[in-house]
């Protein structure tokens, strides 16, 4: 995660973002959920500010920014600072780990399943989040990828791209939901998960550690 100094820079703008579009965060928080198994150890990679990891209940996190887990360990989160292609924990520690938008800032993806997968016992559970660049408003983060704080450090992915990764880490019955449908900046009211993928801007995978 070589992107993160833009993150340590940029703490407050970060935040701010969650309280200026709560719909949006609220419609993400909720199509996570539903994968989030309901009893277990969790991790989550990439924990950021503990943003998703407090209100789901992880208790524990990781991220190469200081200053970002700084924020998560003030909202009770146990923080480790790392990264995601590195874990520094035994194999087979957590029942399920999370990782929102983190894919698109790892410097090697492939890296970050093998070791989700590592990290996990058998059965357990690794659930993706991350804007779908194939989908109809997915499209648009790319337009604004040059004026975004970011966004411009990011690589963004297709739900076909993130279906190869992790079928090739081994990970099995993938399960898929989807959110926000329309424009971000036209989103004021929290909206349901869909099943799929395909339509909507953020999507959700779940699969299996066999």
Not at 25 to 54: C, D, H, N, Q, W
Not at 193 to 204: A, D, E, I, L, R
Request: with cysteine; proline share 5%; aromatic share 10%.
């Amino acid at each position: 995660m070589s992107n993160s100094a833009v993150f340590d820079e940029n703490v407050e703008r970060y935040e701010r973002w969650f309280d200026a579009h709560s719909a949006v965060y609220m419609s993400e928080l909720l199509a996570l959920r539903a994968f989030i198994p309901v009893a277990g150890k969790g991790l989550e990679i990439g924990v950021g500010t503990g943003r998703f990891a407090a209100p789901l209940g992880i208790e524990t996190g990781i991220d190469p920014s200081l200053p970002m887990g700084k924020v998560a360990q003030n909202r009770g989160i146990e923080v480790i600072e790392g990264v995601a292609e590195k874990l520094p924990w035994q194999d087979g520690t957590f029942d399920y780990a999370l990782a929102v938008t983190t894919i698109c800032f790892v410097d090697d993806p492939v890296k970050m399943m093998a070791e989700a997968k590592r990290v996990l016992r058998p059965g357990g559970l690794f659930i993706v989040g991350f804007v779908d660049i194939a989908s109809e408003f997915g499209k648009g983060y790319l337009e604004k990828r040059s004026t975004n704080t970011f966004y411009k450090v990011a690589t963004f992915y297709s739900a076909k791209d993130i279906e190869t990764l992790m079928k090739n880490a081994g990970f099995q019955d993938l399960q898929w939901g989807q959110v926000l449908f329309g424009p971000i900046n036209e989103i004021n009211q929290i909206q349901p998960v869909q099943q799929g993928h395909g339509k909507g801007s953020f999507v959700v995978v779940c699969g299996t550690r066999p």
